[in-house]
């Protein structure tokens, strides 16, 4: 049986090896300019309280990586950045920590980034091994705000040793929230439909993460890891899921109740403002983080997150929202041509 830190490894190179996709399903959106935005650049406000903190911008690092030496480093630059520009991260699943204690070192993004809101991560069918006590030890070791739950049924599937029996995992998330720390349920990479995430609401999760398929595609790199008679089976498979803008549609009608994260294929802040006037509170980048820090190193992460935070201010600007909450109520098209 592969070791989970072994796996996290491996994905991470492939991901690392993979071309990011030409177009995304936000392009088809355009915020409707206003020429009399009748505010001043300089003092548009792109911060947002949530979770107890304050963000320089509605920015997340989304959950990468944990529990190897290599995961340490990235772990603690991502922290870093996100220290440095005042946004928020995940670690990346903390099963291995779960299994072994001894990698809990991989995890402690908090000896650098002191103030961020950080939340830690598991997958939900993982949940159902272990006791809210172990998920809350979870979460505390590594001084996490909450914790981010990862819902990858057509990962697992095409994963070498996946565990593919989903049954009762909706239970265990409503048993789950009862923790005294915000749990967010996320999906990575194959969007999430109204019908999910209304059950999941149900639960009385305080936020969905829902990465459409236009980013990193789990079930091309898990048919890549796996091979044989997978590798075709996954060609088959590979366009699976909702884009993030069908998902954001999907769940326009909740956005008011709960808060929704952006996330899937994100590069830029124009798309992140989208994404806000959509209905999400907050946007994260996953794959572009760490491809800019593995190939360009630390100093081009923090470049990378103010660029975008300040391509979601001039969007701002040019839609006339002089805070996040205008922002939200910005009106916009779709056009389907594109
Ligand atoms: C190498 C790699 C490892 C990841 N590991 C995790 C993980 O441990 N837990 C999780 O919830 N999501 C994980 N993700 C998914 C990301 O958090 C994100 O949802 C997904 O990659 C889509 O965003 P992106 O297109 O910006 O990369 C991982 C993504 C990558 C690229």
């Given at each position: 049986m592969e070791k989970t830190s072994d796996r996290k490894l491996e994905q991470l190179q492939i991901a690392l090896s993979h071309p990011f996709p030409?177009?995304?399903?936000?392009?088809k959106v355009t915020l409707t300019p206003?020429?009399?935005?009748?505010?001043d650049f300089d003092e548009i406000d792109t911060s947002v309280k949530i979770f107890d903190h304050t963000l320089s911008a509605p920015i997340l690092i989304a959950p990468l990586t944990g529990g190897t030496p290599e995961a340490e480093k990235i772990n603690l630059a991502l922290g870093r950045a996100a220290h440095a520009t005042g946004i928020g991260m995940s670690v990346g699943s903390q099963k291995a920590m779960l299994e072994?204690?001894?990698?809990m070192y991989t995890y402690q993004v908090r000896k650098v980034a002191p103030g961020i809101l950080l939340f830690g991560n598991i997958g939900a069918v993982d949940l159902k091994n272990y006791s809210n006590d172990e998920i809350e030890t979870l979460i505390s070791n590594i001084q996490a705000d909450g914790i981010m739950v990862h819902l990858n049924p057509m990962q697992e599937v095409f994963q070498?040793?996946?565990?593919?029996?989903?049954?009762?995992v909706l239970e265990r998330i409503r048993e789950l929230v009862s923790i005294p720390y915000p749990v967010i349920i996320r999906s990575i990479g194959c969007g999430m439909d109204s019908v999910t995430a209304k059950r999941l609401l149900q639960t009385g999760v305080a936020g969905i993460d829902v990465a459409g398929k236009?980013?990193?595609?789990w079930i091309e790199l898990e048919g890549e890891r796996r091979g044989g008679s997978y590798y075709y089976i996954s060609e088959t498979f590979k366009n699976w899921g909702l884009t993030l803008l069908q998902s954001l549609m999907e769940l326009k009608e909740i956005s008011q109740r709960t808060v929704i994260i952006a996330t899937g294929g994100i590069s830029n802040g124009l798309q992140g403002a989208k994404a806000i006037a959509l209905g999400a509170r907050l946007f994260s980048i996953g794959r572009i983080a760490l491809y800019t820090l593995i190939n360009h190193g630390e100093k081009a992460l923090v470049e990378l997150i103010e660029r975008i935070k300040l391509e979601l201010k001039i969007a701002m600007f040019g839609v006339g929202a002089k805070n996040i909450k205008e922002l939200q109520q910005a009106s916009f098209f779709i056009d389907d041509r594109h």
């Amino acid at each position: 049986m592969e070791k989970t830190s072994d796996r996290k490894l491996e994905q991470l190179q492939i991901a690392l090896s993979h071309p990011f996709p030409a177009g995304h399903s936000l392009d088809k959106v355009t915020l409707t300019p206003r020429l009399l935005p009748e505010i001043d650049f300089d003092e548009i406000d792109t911060s947002v309280k949530i979770f107890d903190h304050t963000l320089s911008a509605p920015i997340l690092i989304a959950p990468l990586t944990g529990g190897t030496p290599e995961a340490e480093k990235i772990n603690l630059a991502l922290g870093r950045a996100a220290h440095a520009t005042g946004i928020g991260m995940s670690v990346g699943s903390q099963k291995a920590m779960l299994e072994n204690l001894n990698l809990m070192y991989t995890y402690q993004v908090r000896k650098v980034a002191p103030g961020i809101l950080l939340f830690g991560n598991i997958g939900a069918v993982d949940l159902k091994n272990y006791s809210n006590d172990e998920i809350e030890t979870l979460i505390s070791n590594i001084q996490a705000d909450g914790i981010m739950v990862h819902l990858n049924p057509m990962q697992e599937v095409f994963q070498e040793d996946g565990r593919t029996d989903f049954s009762g995992v909706l239970e265990r998330i409503r048993e789950l929230v009862s923790i005294p720390y915000p749990v967010i349920i996320r999906s990575i990479g194959c969007g999430m439909d109204s019908v999910t995430a209304k059950r999941l609401l149900q639960t009385g999760v305080a936020g969905i993460d829902v990465a459409g398929k236009d980013g990193t595609n789990w079930i091309e790199l898990e048919g890549e890891r796996r091979g044989g008679s997978y590798y075709y089976i996954s060609e088959t498979f590979k366009n699976w899921g909702l884009t993030l803008l069908q998902s954001l549609m999907e769940l326009k009608e909740i956005s008011q109740r709960t808060v929704i994260i952006a996330t899937g294929g994100i590069s830029n802040g124009l798309q992140g403002a989208k994404a806000i006037a959509l209905g999400a509170r907050l946007f994260s980048i996953g794959r572009i983080a760490l491809y800019t820090l593995i190939n360009h190193g630390e100093k081009a992460l923090v470049e990378l997150i103010e660029r975008i935070k300040l391509e979601l201010k001039i969007a701002m600007f040019g839609v006339g929202a002089k805070n996040i909450k205008e922002l939200q109520q910005a009106s916009f098209f779709i056009d389907d041509r594109h």
